[in-house]
């Protein structure tokens, strides 16, 4: 076998192309972490060593002892980092080292501003990992050969990291994977000893895998560097760090720059951690768990294949990445680990699915999850409003999905309310019922698409002159969720913009008197309306939550709203048809001028211009703008 034969030279996939040369440029001024991010590596490929190694123990090769390497040059300016953990064969090299395997990376890449400071905090977020090597070196080898594989079945990847790397066969005497940096001339800092030993406890610490390095002899510094070719092999290692898995200690034990240490090893993410829940369960169930909510909403948030879960373990050992089976879709966002005493080790997901065990774990967890956010809330508002800010859209698939909790979910909603001075949504439900006034049993809420659509909907006339909060419900999966959502705390929840007004005990006798005086009135013109607009309404009725405008358009209770009608033609589906009301207001003067009109042209040209306006502040589209215009130019120009 001849190497030659083997080596190919191949380009990078554009995407990784990308992603290199901005992560070079954009992680400057973090550059150590290129070390927490292989480190990282080589403990998940012990991880999954051990893993492998339960159903054939045969590939650990008397070599049981999983550890990570480090080594340095002071005089060639390398970084050395080993493991004798799973390795790779030369397609998973490639696969794994030459493209992005993340689907959504090019959009990702797309939404990128070419402003540095705001693209290194998105790239955190997407996990930089084994390409942080670059950020220190100029060129970059791999060597590594898979457990099971032959010494000659070893691979050699290089790259400088620009446009291609090269692969070839090569030779590697014990399993695992060897990273060599070489460092740019100006990184040389990196290749020593008490550097890489603060880097290595600072980012290390927290793994169970033991770090090793060179012990040091401080006393013959430099008579070892002299005699150091020769007395290789009498050359001892020393760990590092602690190796001691995180979770496996006692909370008081813990620091808090530990806890966050370890969710950017479990989450690939760059930044901090809002918060974590880490618990220890004895009883029935036996597990340990570690819960964290991520400071950033990751770029896939919204795919529904992406990569969700937490890393469980059994008996500390590793099982799987993204076990999805532990906490409900509405809690994806959150990140961590799962240790059980009670699951089997050779469990696979699809025995996850069914396991009792693994039933009573997760609703056990995402209570803990609920309750984490819930003190969340009440201890830091501000943290929490950075949570809502990033996730909040994601929770509020949990009442639709989960019955159990839903009341729990609901308490931890927020939304911006017609008592709000800024536009952020931070106010709870239950704060929002401390408010009520005296005889008020409902939550109103309306539905639109945006703030200002909503702040300036005809629906709140009445409830500002009354002064009744109302609910703003802003985002795209408001209507939806308002849908799963009937009452909270004993109150039904009314959407203003549907039915007939009913403020129940808010009415007060005397205006009721005066508002069927001036139906009266009016009686006739509704029947009136109709006949001009026809088909296009369902019903012509005098309206009362109207102070300001002269229309407004209502629907029925049940009837689909304009929010969840567009989500629907958006992607295609069929959309039943349903008619709105078209609801005057009796006290307004356009109306009684409207009534007392007799001529039926001018009186259809009116009625148009008041349908198309209600149309309009209900977030709606005209039928035909331009007719629309030129009706009202026309009745502009009868103004004398
Ligand atoms: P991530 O770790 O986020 O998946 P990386 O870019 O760091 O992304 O690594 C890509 C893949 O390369 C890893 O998922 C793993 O399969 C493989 N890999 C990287 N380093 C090692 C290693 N030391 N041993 C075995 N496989 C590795």
Redesign the pocket.
Known sequence: MTTEAQAETRGFETEAKQLLHLMIHSLYSNKEIFLR??I???S??AD?LRFAALSKPELLENDSELKVQIDFDGENNTITIS?N????NRD?VIA??GTIAKSGTAQFLESLTGDQQKDSQLIGQF?V???SAFIVADEVEVL?RKAGDTAEQASHWKSKGESEYTIESAEKAER??T?TLHLKADEKEFAESFRLRSIVKRYADHLSIPVMMEKQDFGQAEDDEENKDKEETAVEYEAVNAAKALWTRSRSEVEDDEYKEFYKHVS?DFEDPLDWSHNRVEGKLEYTSLLYVPGRAPFDLWNRDAARGLKLYVQRVFIMDDAEQFLPLYLRFMKGVVDSNDISLNVSREILQKDPAVDSMRSALTKRALDMLSKLRKNDKEKYNSFWEQFGQVLKEGPAEDFTNREKVTKLLQFTTTNSTTEAQDQSLDEYIERMQENQDKIYYLVADSLKAAQNSPHLEIFRKKGIEVVLMTDRIDEWLMGHLTEYEGKQFQDVSRGELDLGKLEDEEEKEQQEESEKALEGLTERIKNSLSDRVNEVRLTHRLTDSAACLAIDEGAMGAQMRKIMEASGQAVPETKPHFEINPEHPLVARLDKEQDEERFGDLVEILFGQASLADGGQLDDPGEFSARLNKVLLQLQ
């Open positions: 991010e292989l990282s590596n080589a998940d490929a999954k493991d953990g799973i390795g790779m998973e794994n080292l996990g990992g084994f390409y590594t695992g994977t990273v690939h």
